[in-house]
């Protein structure tokens, strides 16, 4: 695999850069809640602006339809001063005469942070147009924002058509640490919860040949659940996944080394906790946790592994009497990691139950993506890759 990284540029000074991060943050009346995101992409900021470069610095925020002003990138620009401990200037708009004459003013080593793509629909449409907008006051394009690289957006795709294109250190960063998962130390072992069974049996299936096993949790296990005829109450089910589920069943046995809780903790109608068998869950019930024999299960096959890759949370975390499962799944994974094996975890709820546990420091990547993790090691072709890397 090659990649071409802004590293092999050699001459950046005097060069206008479209850089691409994802500051996709959470936003609370104006202000930043967390700024994970904002610090993981640094790296590629100080290394063009250190090379003498002029960085145009765009990015989404939200999903707006149109102009939204609490959507604002503004206040990103505001941190990102703070971070940088340098000036960032803001430009209300993304494209245009404006842009063109802000983008000339800039100095090396300067930074102009650009409004919201997505206020404008060409971003969405992967507009060609809009891309070459984008493009215009630029020399060279480098993508740094991995998270949306799954997304045929203008920004990550069309823009490629009429720049040099890059990628930034965070990118390169996140395609290294995934291939150590699609070629692992073994045991590798799997860890899926969260929802989505369109986007997580692809991935299952892909890493299924190279795993010792995948331990299922979270509301995608209710999905088998429900597959086998078992009551789910009142729990998430996703009522289009029988087709994506049934693969993972000979007959009626699901294939080894796909590993499903042996108990759920509920909340009953009561609203108490309680620890069941998946098949003794009442119509009234709702599965929101995984119980201590699957606790227990899970981390004899982690502690076992030499890779890990975890993505999703294994019931509703947020709520003190439902947290248990998650967070001591991510506190095995912690211990685990940072030498006696690698460990992976990725997606925005996964990582929010991570940090949970003090022990984020100890995993050897937390990646900024989710959908993008999944896609890329499910073996999708992503757009925003596209020229970037080559097989």
């Known amino acids: 695999m090659k990649i071409s990284s802004i590293?092999?540029?050699?001459?950046l000074d005097q060069q206008t850069v479209f850089l691409r991060v994802?500051?996709?943050?959470?936003?609370?009346?104006?202000?930043?809640?967390?700024?994970?995101?904002i610090r993981a992409g640094l790296a590629s900021l100080e290394f063009l602006l250190a090379r003498g470069a002029r960085l145009l610095v765009a990015?989404?925020?939200?999903e707006p339809s149109g102009r939204q002003p609490a959507l604002s990138t503004k206040p990103l620009a505001a941190r990102l001063k703070t971070l940088l401990k340098r000036p960032v200037k803001f430009s209300p708009e993304a494209i245009g005469p404006k842009v063109l004459a802000a983008a000339k003013k800039i100095k090396p080593g300067e930074v102009?942070?650009?409004?919201?793509?997505?206020?404008y629909p060409g971003e969405y449409a992967n507009d060609a147009v809009f891309a070459k907008a984008l493009a215009a006051p630029a020399d060279i394009y480098v993508n740094d924002a991995f998270a949306v690289c799954h997304r045929a957006q203008a920004s990550v795709s069309a823009i490629k058509k009429y720049l040099p294109s890059y990628a930034g250190l965070l990118l390169?960063?996140?395609?290294?640490?995934?291939?150590?998962?699609?070629?692992?130390r073994k045991p590798l072992v799997v860890i899926m919860g969260g929802a989505k069974v369109a986007t997580k049996a692809p991935l299952i299936s892909k890493l299924y040949p190279a795993a010792s096993q995948i331990l299922i949790g979270g509301a995608l296990a209710n999905n088998f659940f429900s597959f086998q005829k078992w009551e789910t109450g009142k729990s998430l089910v996703d009522k289009g996944s029988a087709a994506s589920i049934a693969k993972f069943y000979k007959g009626k046995k699901l294939v080894p080394k796909i590993i499903l809780p042996p108990d759920v903790v509920v909340k009953t109608a009561g609203g108490e906790a309680r620890v069941k068998a998946p098949a003794a869950v009442k119509s009234t019930e709702k599965i929101l946790d995984i119980g201590p024999k699957t606790i227990s299960l899970y981390a004899d096959y982690i502690k076992k592994a030499q890779t890990l890759v975890w993505n999703g949370p294994f019931g509703k975390f947020e709520e003190n009497s439902f947290k248990h499962g998650t967070l001591a799944i991510a506190r095995l994974i912690a211990s685990r990691s940072s030498g006696r094996a690698y460990g992976v975890v990725g997606g925005g709820e996964t990582v929010e139950a991570l940090k949970l546990t003090?022990?984020?420091?100890?995993?050897?990547?937390?990646?900024?993506a989710g959908g993008a993790m999944l896609s890329y090691l499910g073996g999708d072709k992503l757009p925003g890759l596209k020229g970037i890397i080559k097989n």
Do not use: C
């Not at 390169?172 to 692992?184: D, F, S, W, Y």
């Not at 003090?358 to 900024?368: C, F, G, L, N, P």
């Open 22 to 37: 994802d500051f996709n943050v959470p936003l609370a009346a104006g202000k930043i809640k967390e700024d994970y995101k």
């Open 7 to 11: 590293r092999k540029f050699k001459k």
């Open 59 to 62: 990015t989404h925020l939200g």
């Open 172 to 184: 390169e960063q996140e395609i290294g640490a995934l291939n150590k998962v699609l070629k692992p």
């Open 112 to 119: 102009l942070m650009l409004e919201n793509l997505r206020f």
């Open 358 to 368: 003090k022990m984020a420091e100890y995993v050897d990547w937390i990646s900024t």
